[in-house]
C-alpha cells in the first residue's frame, strides 16, 4: 500500500474528517502537516472547506506549495527537522485535485519552529511527537497562521516516528 498516493489512503485518511466533525463540529479552520499529502488530501476532500483546511509544511520541504504554484505535482527539495515524516520529493498526483480545489492555503515553518512546538506539546500535554507531528501547531506558534479573532481551531497531531527527546530547560 502506497504510503500517500492511493485511493485506499485518502478513503482511509478521510475518516480523520469525519471524526473531527462528530467530535468538534464549532471548527472555522484545521491545521493539518503537509508530507505527501495522503492526511490532508483525505480530509480536504471530507470537508470540503468547512471547516477550512491550512496545509503546514516545513520551509525545506515545500512539497504542496511548489505543486500549487506550477499547476501539477512537481519535485520540490526535501530535507531538514521533518524529513523523515514530511519531505517525499513530491505530492500524490490523486490528492492534488483535491488540494487545489479544498486546502485553503499553505504557509510554511521553519525547522526550530517545529522543535519548538514539539516541546510545546511535551511541557504543556505530555505528548511525544515526531516533528512530522507538531509541525501544524508551529504553525500556530510562529506566528505562521494566525486566526482570526474568535477563531475555532483544530491542530492535528500525528505521526508515529518518534524517539526519546530530551527537552533542555
Known sequence: MHAFDQEATLLGQGTIGLELARQAPELDTLLVAVGGGGLIGGIAAWCAGAP???G??????PTLTRALAAGRPVD???GGIAADSLAPRRVGALMFPIARAHVARVVLVPGAAIRRAQQALWEGRRVVAEPGGAAALSALLAGAYVPEPRGRVGVLVSGSNTTAVHFEQ
Open 52 to 54: 477550512r483546511v491550512i
Open 56 to 61: 503546514v509544511e516545513p520551509e525545506t520541504a
Open 76 to 78: 520540490a527539495e526535501a
